[in-house]
């Protein structure tokens, strides 16, 4: 089902991946903010978002999002539903008639940073033909 508007110059159609996209995208934006955010997150969170357009054409959102271990998960999840919500009727003008968030799990601090270290070995291991260039000039003006 699509979000439909007409006006004097013909028909506004939004569909409902376009309108998960957006969630998608504010979320994620948020929890990069907030630093609980990794590859495996991101494909849990793209399963997890689930948009139904209601009889009066208002949107209701539904999410799972794990939470940062040690901090409050109610103003956490009041953030994702403001910034969510605020990023829908800015982008898109629709009206929101509610957002609920399941936290699903914990996520403990030193669980991120040891993913973001795998992830960053892994760039550093992965040659790009800038890097082999810088190489190659670095050894030929050693040479010199």
Do not use: C
């Not at 309108?19 to 979320?27: I, P, Q, R, T």
């Not at 990794?38 to 357009?53: F, P, R, V, W």
């Not at 009889?55 to 103003?75: C, Q, T």
């Amino acid at each position: 089902m699509s979000l439909n508007e007409e006006n004097d110059f013909g028909e506004i159609s939004i569909s409902e991946n376009v309108l998960k996209d957006l969630v998608f995208k504010s979320v994620e934006d948020y929890m990069k903010e907030q630093k609980v955010y990794n590859e495996k997150i991101q494909k849990d969170l793209q399963k997890s978002i689930k948009i139904t357009i209601n009889d009066d054409s208002s949107v209701s959102v539904s999410l799972k999002v794990p939470a940062k271990y040690g901090e409050n998960i109610v103003e956490f999840s009041k953030n994702i539903q403001k910034a969510v919500k605020d990023d829908l009727e800015r982008i898109a003008e629709v009206y929101i008639s509610n957002i609920d968030i399941s936290i699903e799990n914990l996520v403990k601090p030193e669980e991120l940073e040891e993913y973001e270290e795998i992830e960053e070995e892994t760039l550093e291991n992965e040659e790009t033909p800038e890097s082999e260039e810088k190489e190659d000039e670095e050894k030929r003006e050693k040479d010199e």
